[in-house]
């Protein structure tokens, strides 16, 4: 069925009317062109209104918005409209993650489940994790944030069965050959001078290594002309890729997922970290980046105690992608390093 005006409108009127917890809730806002829909935007935001509203297309897609963050839906299912809207509705009244969901269970237990698993259906719940949150990837979100150790976190990964040589990446790169053949560490960049020519030259470095599956390349910035050479990218096999770049000066915090050479992203842009609200969908309900959204829901229930977003969101990032970085191996200078090349002195 179609959905229309009307039917929106009666099929939330007889959902709200049978839960007491919905009862007296009326349909929100419901806008039939952009132009509708930022005008409510912008008075929502004069009125510090985070309320839900929806744009309904001729087609009979409708989409979702809130005002004050970017968590948006779109949709063709009547019952995934109502359930949206239901949690919206009981996310407004307040109360903790859990509380949320067992409100939601109450009004009906498929609900329940849905808001669990974090997406806009109740299909690829993420298992519930059985480890500390800190260990794999998380332990470097807060540090990260004042752009230690580095700027630019880098993830590559090839194809089933193949691995994307971290050292003949770091030479793509640009880092040091003599370096890099040395097997030269971190500890030993800052080993020389006692420590106070690294201090100087941290900006012109570069680690890396694997762990979990993918090759870890971490800089700040890169030589001019550095991975010029598409063949020799191809060459290392690398068919995925993710990006976590910090621009604190700007306070910008972004993530970008290639693969197959394709940016992964519901046409919204680089997401900006910084905009991602504890307990609210960073992505694209449905979208193709839905599961983290299911993988930072589950992270928000099982570590009620982490509310660190950076952390969380590196957490999703660690479950879903299986990204990691060697904690101990940073923390005892043992990561490969090397400096780059053209900045030899």
């Excluded at 752009?147 to 790169?173: H, I, M, N, S």
């Amino acid at each position: 069925m179609e959905i229309t005006k009307e039917t929106l409108a009666e099929a939330w009127q007889r959902t709200a009317s049978r839960h007491p917890l919905l009862d007296g809730v009326g349909l929100p806002p419901v806008a039939l062109s952009d132009d509708e829909l930022e005008e409510w935007a912008d008075l929502a935001e004069e009125s510090e209104d985070s309320g839900l509203c929806l744009l309904l297309h001729e087609n009979g897609t409708v989409h979702g918005r809130h005002a004050s963050y970017q968590e948006t839906f779109a949709t063709r299912d009547l019952d995934q409209v109502l359930y949206l809207i239901a949690e919206a509705t009981v996310r407004r009244r307040g109360g903790s993650l859990e509380e949320v969901a067992e409100s939601l269970e109450r009004i009906d237990p498929v609900w329940g489940r849905r808001f669990r698993g974090g997406g806009p259906d109740d299909t690829g719940t993420v298992e519930a994790c059985g480890h500390d949150p800190l260990e794999g990837l998380a332990w470097m979100a807060r540090s990260w944030r004042e752009q230690d150790p580095y700027t630019t976190l880098a993830f590559f990964r090839a194809a089933p069965g193949r691995t994307v040589d971290a050292e003949q990446l770091a030479l793509q790169y640009g880092a040091d050959p003599a370096q890099v053949t040395g097997g030269t560490r971190l500890k030993d960049l800052r080993a020389a001078d006692d420590g106070r020519a690294h201090w100087d030259r941290q900006w012109e470095s570069c680690c890396y290594g694997q762990a979990g599956g993918w090759t870890f390349l971490l800089h700040h910035d890169t030589p001019p002309g550095s991975f010029a050479d598409k063949e020799a990218y191809a060459a290392l096999g690398i068919k995925e890729s993710v990006w976590l770049t910090a621009t604190s000066a700007k306070a910008m915090y972004t993530f970008d997922y290639v693969r197959d050479g394709r940016r992964v992203a519901d046409d919204s842009g680089a997401l900006e970290l910084i905009r991602y609200d504890h307990g609210r969908a960073p992505h694209l309900r449905g979208g193709e980046l839905d599961f983290l959204n299911r993988a930072l829901r589950r992270a928000e229930l099982d570590h009620p105690g982490l509310t660190d977003t950076f952390e969380l969101y590196f957490h999703a990032l660690e479950e879903s992608l299986g990204l990691r970085l060697p904690r101990r191996d940073f923390e005892e200078g043992e990561v490969r390093a090397a400096y780059w090349a053209g900045d030899r002195r």
